[in-house]
Every structure is written in structure tokens, then in C-alpha cells.
């Protein structure tokens, strides 16, 4: 929830999940047997339903709108949005509320579960998909589950404990100093003032550092690249051009003034690559699939070309088969409730606009858990993204900024959760679990989800002061859809001027970044920039960006300097310590921030007399 209130770039965390089920299990059935209570042996299978339910449950923290599409609908984001925007009208917001956010997310959330139920031997053993992220995490668990992995996890439960203790003592000691506006180690200027200014520092942000060392390379000198590209030369630039571009006398948090070309331009990244990333997807997904279908022994278990390990993998997965008809009833009440409760919730968006997106959701869904098998890569968001845009301007300018808003939540919700779902799956096929044990901790997860999230979220909306755009919470992908919402609404008339021009440059920029990387040799096209992780710093700032790419130096480091299976071994645990022992501190903080309990000093950084020029404290 930090991550996704702060940056809105989250990382894949189910590695994670699945080494820390390993490492407390492992530990309290250790405790109980030192205490002289018998215990069973902790097993691949058990480990695998704990990562699943503990996914379930995170992938609605960060996937539920919290910082998207259901905080855009915040008075704070509409003003942001200006006022005085022709499609940002007065009745399109509603403040957060936990009775309405628990309501909500347990109504969308549990029908992509049983979107996919039907086909999931089809994906797994017929079409034979990879899902890597699945297929990681399971070589993980049954690496644990071994004399070899039991040593290995042993130096990982160490490594773990020591960074996440490190972590959380060093969030802890800053605290100390951070008692006012612009003060701790947060706003430490590290390249000098003048960088600070321009959001150039290392802020000793552990989440962030973590959240590095597993991202990759790519992404994080791409975070960099972005952030230079825009704090480092555009806005400099454009706001210079004040009075002539856009008036100088307006706040320049206005979407007529300087944020506007921020999140107007980060809209016109995020689009050409969604857009792009989208077609060759589903391009790959049809001609798959159309391959499949011409040449029949593709959609034949080969028996003789498998391996006994393989053969008895099938068996079991197809074994506890689920019920087709179960799938189908339970799809059509849950959709049922939703297509009554939706509109209730949200009178803008009507029922029929409901009813057609829970019919199309299983064809969307099919395509985007098929392309996420073959690439890794969950477009859910593109999906919403489009239907955000087509209902925004089916409603109309009074409802279509909620209409859009809630009607992406609904796309997003299902196609995700059942591409997510058929990752778990292929783990699950991997380490020999049982396919209903799977359904059910998805199940249970989501659940625990729905509530634990929303109840999260108001820890950091009540305690920080979240959608702050000079904040430390600047929440950026709420500002960013629903201002994709007015653009669906009204048209290119809500951009400021040039605007639209430079728009036009970014999106064909994204387009042409990606087909570069899939048409040119590996060995260059891998240093191509992601525009995806480039438009992030443009609305955000740079901070996060060096604390990102200080973990990749450390994990280059240690590639370097240490043995590479040990780093390879240790990374993912160390990294996880870090951001486990900054997000824990988040709880304590967040109860003395309620108790209005401030810290005792402000360590603060101003130049020496004759250089203070500008310079306000």
C-alpha cells in the first residue's frame, strides 16, 4: 500500500510471499518442536497455499483502486483536476469511506475467480503456457522442500531477519527528525540544493532500495532516464515559457499550468505502451491459439514426449477437477449481484453498462490470462483502460467521469484476478497441489483482501496527508485516471497549450521504444528504455528513481564481488527484509501520527549566506 500511494510502481512480490510462508512456518513448527510439541512435517503443498492466499490478499491492495481509479474519485483529486474543467463536474466525486470500499471490492472481486475455472486444464496442460512468474515461484517452493533447500533457506531466514531488523531500526531512528514540513533524512540533498529542488536525492528510503533489487536493471536506469528527461530538462524548460505557454497567474498545480504537461504527458507513456504492449499480445494470443487449433496434437497431452514427473503432475491437477457447472452459477450470481448493486453504489453508471461488461469479462479475461502465460505480462490495466475511456463517453459529461472510473475498477478486477488466478494455478501444477485447495485460498485471500486493504489504506489516508502532490504521498495514478476520464469525457480541450503536440511525440516515443526492443538483435534491444517505467518519475519526481537505482548497484555489486548463486540465493531475501522492515514501521508511525504525537526535531538543510539565492525555507 506504501508503494502504491507513493510511486504507484509496484513489483512483483510473489517470490517474496512464498519465501516468508517458508521462513515463519519453518520457524514456529521448529519453536514447537524445541518446546517438545509434535509436529507435522511442513510440506511443498502447504507452502503453496499460504503464497496463494497471501497474494489474493496483496494483489487487492495494490490492484483494487486504492491509489487509481478509486481514489480519483476524491475531492482532493477533483480539485486537483481543476474545477473549472468543463468534464470534471461537481457531483463526479465521492470521499473514500470503508462501508462502500469493502462493499465494492466484495462485490467485483470474486467473479474473476470463477471467470476461468472451466479452461484451466485447457491453459495449463493442453496449451502447456509457461507462466513464468508461477513457474518461478514454483521451482522456489520445491527447492525449500529439499535437504539442500533446507540449508539454503536457513541462510535466507538469516539474511531476511538481518535487513529486515536494519530496516526497521533505521525507519525508526529517522522518525526522530522528521518533526516539520521538509525535514529528516527523506530530504537529505544529496547532488546539492539545487538537484534537491528538482527532486535529485537519495531519501533513504529502504521500501524503495528493496523494491530495486528485485526489479531489474531495465526498469530502474529507465526510472532514471525519466526522471532526468523530465526534471532534469522539460519542466525547467516549460516553466519558462510561463505567461506564454500557460497564464502565470494560476497555481502551477493546475492542470492549465505546469501539472497538466506532467500528467498529460505521463498519460501519452502509459498509453503507447499499454496500446502497443496490448496488440502484439493479443496478436500472439490469436495466432497461438489458431495454431493450436489447426494442428490437433497441440492440444493433446503427448504422453510420450513427457516425463513420469509430468505425467503425474497431470493426474493430479486433473484428478480434483472443479465442477464446470459450479463455475457457471457461481459467475452468474455473482454477476448478478453486482449488475444490481453496482448502480446503487454508483447511479452514473447504469445496469446495462454492468450487464455488458460481465458478458464480455470471460472472452477478456481468456485473452489476457493466455498473452500473460506467454509473456509474464498482466495488461488487466490496459483492459480498464479502455473500457474507462468507452464509458466515459458513452455517460456522458455529467456521469462520465464516474461512469469511467468505477466501470475500469469492474474490467480491471476480473480480468486480473483470473490471470493471476491461472498463475497460481500453473504453480500449483508444479509442486503437486491440489486445484480446489488452490480456488479455495484464492478464495479465502481475496476475502481477507477486501477487508484488510480498505482498513490499510485509511491508515495512511487519516495519518499522511495522501494526494499531497509536494507530499511524500502523492498517490500519482489517481490524478492520472481521472484525468484519462475527463479526456474521455470532453476531448483533447481539457489539455493546456503544446500540450497535445508533445503528447503526440511521447505516444509515438513508447510505440517506437517497444518495437524497437522486440525488432532489433537481444543485445540491443535489451538496453532500450521501458516508456511504462519512464512516465512514472515524470508526475512523481526522481527520488525514487536513485533509490531504485541504488539497489541495482547493490545487486551488481554483489554479482561482482561475491559468488553469483549465493546473490542469486540471497537477493530476493534481503531485498523483501528491507521492505518488510520500512513497511512494518509504517504501523507505529501511523498510530503516533493519529495521536498527534510529533517527532522532537527537524533536521533541515539550507545554504551558507551568498548562496541562499532563490532559496526559500
Known amino acids: 500500500m506504501k508503494l502504491n500511494l507513493t510511486t504507484g510502481l509496484v513489483p512483483n512480490l510473489n517470490v517474496s510471499a512464498a519465501l516468508l510462508a517458508f521462513v515463519f512456518i519453518r520457524t514456529w513448527t521448529k519453536l514447537l518442536h524445541k518446546a517438545n510439541f509434535m509436529t507435522a512435517p511442513f510440506t511443498r503443498q502447504e507452502n503453496t497455499i499460504i503464497q496463494t492466499c497471501a497474494v489474493a490478499c496483496?494483489?487487492?491492495?495494490?490492484?483494487?483502486?486504492?491509489?487509481?481509479?478509486?481514489?480519483?474519485?476524491?475531492?482532493?483529486?477533483?480539485?486537483?483536476?481543476?474545477?473549472?474543467?468543463?468534464?470534471?463536474s461537481p457531483a463526479s466525486y465521492k470521499e473514500p469511506g470503508l462501508d462502500w470500499m469493502i462493499g465494492f471490492l466484495f462485490v467485483v472481486s470474486f467473479v474473476g475467480l470463477l471467470a476461468l475455472v472451466p479452461l484451466r486444464k485447457i491453459m495449463i496442460i493442453d496449451y502447456k503456457l509457461p507462466y513464468p512468474s508461477g513457474t518461478a515461484t514454483a521451482v522456489l517452493i520445491n527447492g525449500f522442500h529439499t535437504s539442500k533447500g533446507d540449508k539454503m533457506a536457513k541462510e535466507q531466514v538469516k539474511g531476511f531477519m538481518k535487513f529486515f531488523s536494519l530496516s526497521f531500526f533505521w525507519s525508526f531512528f529517522q522518525w526522530f527528525y522528521s518533526g516539520g514540513e521538509q525535514c529528516g533524512f527523506i530530504n537529505f540533498p544529496t547532488f546539492g540544493l539545487e538537484a534537491w529542488r528538482q527532486t535529485f536525492y537519495f531519501d533513504f528510503s529502504m521500501t524503495y532500495v528493496g523494491a530495486g533489487m528485485i526489479c531489474s536493471h531495465l526498469v530502474n536506469l529507465s526510472l532514471l532516464l525519466g526522471a532526468v528527461l523530465s526534471w532534469g530538462v522539460m519542466w525547467p524548460l516549460i516553466s519558462e515559457r510561463k505567461g506564454d505557454w500557460f497564464p502565470s497567474d494560476i497555481k502551477e498545480s493546475s492542470m492549465k499550468s505546469l501539472n497538466g504537461y506532467k500528467v498529460f504527458i505521463s498519460i501519452a507513456l502509459i498509453l503507447g505502451d499499454g496500446l502497443y504492449n496490448f496488440l502484439k499480445t493479443l496478436f500472439f494470443t490469436v495466432r497461438s491459439v489458431y495454431a493450436a487449433a489447426i494442428n490437433k496434437r497441440d492440444l493433446k497431452t503427448d504422453d510420450k514426449g513427457e516425463t513420469l514427473d509430468d505425467i503425474r503432475r497431470n493426474e493430479v491437477f486433473i484428478r480434483e477437477s472443479i465442477p464446470v457447472w459450479i463455475a457457471c452459477v457461481g459467475y452468474l450470481i455473482f454477476s448478478g449481484v453486482s449488475v444490481v448493486i453496482i448502480p446503487i453504489m454508483f447511479p452514473q453508471l447504469k445496469w446495462y453498462y454492468v450487464l455488458v461488461a460481465y458478458v464480455l469479462a470471460p472472452s477478456l479475461s481468456f485473452c489476457n490470462a493466455y498473452g500473460a502465460?506467454?509473456?509474464?505480462?498482466?495488461?488487466?490495466?490496459?483492459?480498464g483502460k479502455v473500457a474507462l475511456f468507452v464509458l466515459a463517453a458513452l455517460a456522458g459529461k455529467h456521469d462520465g467521469v464516474v461512469a469511467g472510473l468505477i466501470g475500469c475498477g469492474l474490467i480491471k478486477s476480473i480480468v486480473s484476478i483470473s490471470s493471476d488466478l491461472m498463475h497460481d494455478f500453473k504453480t500449483g501444477h508444479l509442486t503437486l497441489t491440489s486445484p480446489r485447495s488452490m480456488l479455495v485460498s484464492q478464495a479465502i485471500g481475496t476475502a481477507i483482501g477486501c477487508i484488510v486493504a480498505p482498513f490499510s489504506f485509511f491508515l495512511f489516508y487519516e495519518a499522511f496527508d495522501v494526494g499531497n502532490p509536494d507530499g511524500d504521498y502523492k498517490a500519482p495514478y489517481a490524478l492520472i485516471y481521472r484525468n484519462m476520464a475527463i479526456l474521455g469525457v470532453e476531448?483533447?480541450?481539457?489539455?493546456?497549450?503544446?500540450?497535445?503536440?508533445?503528447?503526440?511525440?511521447?505516444?509515438?516515443?513508447?510505440?517506437?521504444?517497444?518495437?524497437?526492443?522486440?525488432?532489433?538483435?537481444e543485445r540491443l534491444g535489451k538496453w532500450v528504455p521501458l516508456p511504462m517505467a519512464m512516465a512514472v518519475p515524470f508526475l512523481v519526481g526522481g527520488y525514487f528513481a536513485v533509490d531504485m537505482c541504488v539497489g541495482s548497484l547493490a545487486v551488481y555489486v554483489w554479482h561482482k564481488l561475491g559468488s553469483r548463486r549465493k546473490a542469486g540465493l540471497m537477493i530476493p531475501a534481503v531485498a523483501s527484509g528491507l521492505i518488510c522492515g520500512d513497511g512494518l514501521w509504517i504501523l507505529p508511525s501511523s498510530i503516533l501520527a493519529l495521536a498527534k504525537i510529533d517527532p522532537p526535531m527537524c533536521m533541515n538543510f539550507l545554504p551558507t549566506k551568498g548562496h541562499d539565492k532563490g532559496f526559500v525555507s
Do not use: W
Open 491 to 521: 476531448g483533447f480541450s481539457a489539455l493546456p497549450r503544446h500540450c497535445l503536440q508533445l503528447c503526440y511525440g511521447f505516444f509515438a516515443f513508447a510505440v517506437a521504444a517497444n518495437l524497437a526492443r522486440d525488432v532489433m538483435p
Open 373 to 383: 502465460g506467454l509473456t509474464d505480462m498482466n495488461m488487466a490495466y490496459n483492459y
Open 58 to 88: 496483496y494483489s487487492i491492495a495494490v490492484g483494487g483502486g486504492f491509489g487509481s481509479y478509486l481514489l480519483g474519485l476524491n475531492k482532493r483529486t477533483y480539485e486537483q483536476a481543476g474545477v473549472d474543467t468543463e468534464g470534471n
